[in-house]
C-alpha cells in the first residue's frame, strides 16, 4: 500500500519545480525590473539636465553677441563690404593667396566712427572717449577688428566653439564677422541648413541640435537690433559643437549599465543567498532531519534530536520547534554525558569556523595592488583567542584615493568577531559612497547605535590618501597614535586629536586632519595590543619600545618593518600568555612612477596646525 501511494504522487508530479528555483525566478525578474527602469530614468534625467545646461549657454552667448555690438556699426561696416570695389579687392587677395590687400583696403576706408551722426549723440552706444581722440587714426580695418574683439571675448566668456555675425536676406545668408575665419570669409553665403529653412532673414533662432561637417552643433542666433527702428538689422550666431557631448550620453549610459549589471549582478546574489539560507535551506534540512528520525528504528538519544541552525521567527522556525520539542518529549530520559561531549565538539567547530571567516575578511594577499606604484602597505592581525576584536582593511575608493583603516572592538572572542565584521562592512559600504574620514566615521556612528544592544563599541583610525598629491586625510575615533616616518627617515608618534570611540554616542562628531606624505613617508598604525603585550613579570611593551623597533627598521619596505616590531614583541614576551589582539599596518606613499623623495628638512609632512603634536 505505502508504496502504492508513492507511486501515485510521483504520477501526479512529473515535473516538480523546487522552492528555490521559484523564488530565485521571482526576485531575478522583478530586479531586472526595477534595474532597467532606474537605468531609463538616469538616462533621461542626465540627458534632460545637458540639454538644459548647454541650451541656457548657447542662448545666453547668442544674446550677449546680439547685444554686444551697435547696430549701425555693424550695417555700416557691412554696407562697405558688400560692395563690387571690396568684392574685386578680395579676389585679388585669393588669387594671391594673401590678406595684405582685403587689409590694406579696409585701412583706407572711413571708420564708423568718423561719421558725424556716429561721433555727435552722445547717447549713441558706441560713442565713448577713445574713439572721440582718436577719429584720425580710426579706419574700417579697426571697426572689424573691434567687432572680432568682442566676438572673441564672448567666445572665451562662455565657452562656446563659435562666434559670429550674419546678414540675412529672405533664405540667402550672407557672413560678416567670425574671429576663426579669415578675412576671405567676409561676404560669402552660408550653405543652407535644413534645420534652419525656416526661418528666413533676421530673426531669433532657438537652440537647434544638427549634424554639420564639423560633426554635431548645437546653434542659437539671436538678431542685433536697431534700436532706432526698433527692427532687427543683422544677426548674432553662436555654436557648440556637441559631438563628444552626445558622445558622454552613449558613454554615460554604457557606465549605467555596466553599474546596473553589477549592482544587479550582486544584489540578485544577496537576495538568492538570504532566500537559501531563510527559507530553502532551513526546510530542506528540517525535512532531512525529519524524515531520517522517523525512519530509524532504534532507541534514540539526543544526538538524534533535530538540531538546526534556523535563522528568523516565522513558520519555518514555530514547525522546527514543535518537531523538536516532540523529538525531545521521545527522548528526554537519555540526556547524559555524551550530550555534554557533543555541545563541546560543536562550540569548538564553530570556533574554527569563526576563526577561518574571520581571517577571510581580513585582505591578507601581498601585494595588494600589485599595478599599483604609488605606494606599498603591509598589515597583519595575530588574535589573542581564537577569533579577535581587532581588524584592518585597504581599499581603493576610486583610482585616485586610497582608503585605510585600523580598529579594536572592545570585546573579545565570537561577540567582538561579529560586531567586528559588521563594523567592517559598514565602514568599507560608507567609504566607497564617498566623504571624508570624519564623515564616514560619522555616518557609522549613527548606524550602530541605532540598534546596538550589546552597548560593544569600536576604536577606529581611518586615512584617505589621495595618490597624486601624498595628502593623507585622517580622522581618529578613540584609537591609538599613529607613528609617521617623515623625510628625515624617522618614525615619531603623532599626537592627532581623538574622537569619541564609535558605537557609544549616536551624535558624535569627528575632525579630520591631513598629513602631507613626500615619497618615502610611512605612517604605522596598531592596536593597543602592540604597546600593552606583557612579559613573564607584567611589565608591558610600551610606546618607547614600539618607537625604538620602528626605527630600527626605518629603512625597510611595510613588510619588514611589521616582521621586525612583531619580532621584537615577542621577544619582550617570550612565554607569556598574552590577553590581547596584535594588529599592524604600515603605508608608504611613493608617489607617481618617477617622483623623487623630497630633501631631508623641507617643510609639509603635517599641516601647520597639528606640527605642534609631534612626539620629538
Known amino acids: 500500500m505505502e508504496e502504492t501511494r508513492k507511486q501515485n504522487r510521483s504520477e501526479k508530479q512529473p515535473h516538480r519545480v523546487s522552492m ?3 523564488l530565485s525566478a521571482l526576485v531575478i525578474c522583478s530586479m531586472l525590473l526595477v534595474a532597467a527602469g532606474l537605468t531609463a530614468i538616469s538616462y533621461y534625467i542626465f540627458c534632460q539636465r545637458v540639454d538644459d545646461k548647454y541650451d541656457r549657454t548657447v542662448r545666453r552667448a547668442a544674446e550677449a553677441c546680439a547685444n ?4 549701425d556699426m555693424l550695417m555700416y561696416f557691412w554696407d562697405k563690404v558688400n560692395t563690387d570695389e571690396f568684392r574685386e579687392v578680395q579676389k585679388r587677395a585669393k588669387d594671391i593667396n594673401d590678406e595684405t590687400p582685403i587689409g590694406d583696403w579696409m585701412r583706407s576706408q572711413q571708420s564708423f566712427f568718423l561719421q558725424p551722426e556716429a561721433v555727435s549723440t552722445e547717447n549713441d552706444p558706441v560713442f565713448d572717449d577713445e574713439h572721440d581722440t582718436q577719429n584720425e587714426a580710426w579706419t574700417l580695418l579697426d571697426d572689424y577688428e573691434d567687432i572680432l574683439s568682442g566676438l572673441l571675448g564672448i567666445k572665451e566668456y562662455f565657452d562656446v566653439d563659435a562666434a559670429y555675425y550674419q546678414y540675412g536676406e529672405g533664405s540667402v545668408t550672407y557672413n560678416i564677422a567670425d574671429p576663426d575665419e579669415s578675412m576671405f570669409y567676409i561676404g560669402t553665403i552660408e550653405q543652407p541648413v535644413a534645420e534652419f529653412e525656416e526661418y528666413e532673414g533676421n530673426v531669433a533662432v532657438p ?5 554639420s561637417a564639423f560633426g554635431w552643433l548645437l546653434t542659437a542666433i539671436e538678431p542685433v537690433i536697431d534700436w532706432d527702428t526698433k527692427k532687427p538689422a543683422a544677426v548674432a550666431g553662436v555654436d557648440i559643437n556637441m559631438t563628444d557631448i552626445i558622445g558622454e550620453r552613449y558613454s554615460f549610459l554604457r557606465q549605467s549599465l555596466v553599474f546596473m549589471a553589477i549592482l544587479l549582478a550582486g ?3 544577496v537576495s538568492v543567498a538570504v532566500l537559501q539560507r531563510t527559507a530553502v535551506k532551513p526546510l530542506r534540512k528540517l525535512a532531512e532531519a525529519a524524515t531520517r528520525f522517523a525512519k530509524e528504528d532504534r532507541a534514540f538519544t539526543k544526538e538524534d534530536v533535530i538540531d538546526l541552525d534556523i535563522p528568523g521567527n516565522d513558520e519555518v522556525t514555530d514547525l522546527y520547534h514543535e518537531i523538536r520539542s516532540m523529538e525531545n518529549r521521545i527522548v528526554d530520559y537519555t540526556e547524559n554525558l555524551t550530550r555534554a561531549t557533543a555541545e563541546k565538539e560543536r562550540v569548538s567547530t564553530e570556533l574554527r569556523t569563526a576563526s577561518q571567516i574571520q581571517e577571510s575578511m581580513l585582505p591578507s594577499i601581498f601585494p595588494a595592488f600589485p599595478d599599483r606604484d604609488e605606494f606599498d602597505l603591509y598589515a597583519s592581525m595575530t588574535p589573542a583567542k581564537e577569533v579577535g576584536g581587532d581588524f584592518y582593511d585597504f581599499f581603493l575608493i576610486d583610482e585616485g584615493h586610497l582608503a585605510v583603516l585600523i580598529a579594536d572592538v572592545s ?7 561579529l560586531f567586528m565584521m559588521s563594523s567592517k562592512i559598514l565602514i568599507n559600504y560608507r567609504a566607497q559612497m564617498g566623504g571624508s574620514p570624519s564623515e564616514i566615521l560619522g555616518a557609522v556612528n549613527a548606524e550602530i547605535c541605532k540598534n546596538n544592544k550589546s552597548k560593544m563599541f569600536v576604536t577606529v583610525w581611518l586615512g584617505i590618501l589621495d595618490l597624486k598629491t601624498g ?3 585622517c580622522a581618529n575615533a578613540g584609537h591609538e597614535y599613529p607613528v609617521v616616518r617623515g623625510t628625515d627617515g624617522v618614525f615619531r608618534i603623532f599626537k592627532d586629536r581623538h574622537g569619541l570611540v564609535v558605537g557609544a554616542l549616536a551624535k558624535s562628531k569627528y575632525r579630520d586632519y591631513e598629513i602631507n606624505m613626500a615619497p618615502g613617508d610611512a605612517v604605522f598604525v596598531y592596536t593597543d595590543g602592540v604597546p600593552e603585550a606583557n612579559n613573564a613579570e607584567g611589565a608591558f611593551y610600551g610606546m618607547e619600545r614600539m618607537e625604538a623597533a620602528l626605527n630600527k627598521n626605518a ?3 611595510p613588510k619588514h618593518i611589521l616582521e621586525g616590531v612583531k619580532a621584537d614583541v615577542e621577544a ?11 594588529t599592524m599596518l604600515c603605508l608608504e606613499y611613493k608617489g607617481r612612477p618617477g617622483a623623487s623623495r623630497r630633501p631631508a628638512g623641507s617643510t609639509g609632512q603635517i599641516t601647520e596646525n597639528k606640527k605642534a603634536q609631534v612626539n620629538e
Open 20 to 22: 528555490q528555483v521559484k
Open 68 to 71: 554686444n555690438v551697435s547696430a
Open 207 to 211: 537652440p537647434i541640435v544638427y549634424r
Open 267 to 269: 544584489a540578485i546574489a
Open 411 to 417: 570585546d573579545k572572542g565570537v561577540p567582538a568577531a
Open 471 to 473: 595628502v593623507l586625510t
Open 555 to 557: 629603512e625597510k619596505d
Open 572 to 582: 619582550f614576551t617570550g612565554e607569556a600568555t598574552q590577553f590581547d589582539d596584535l
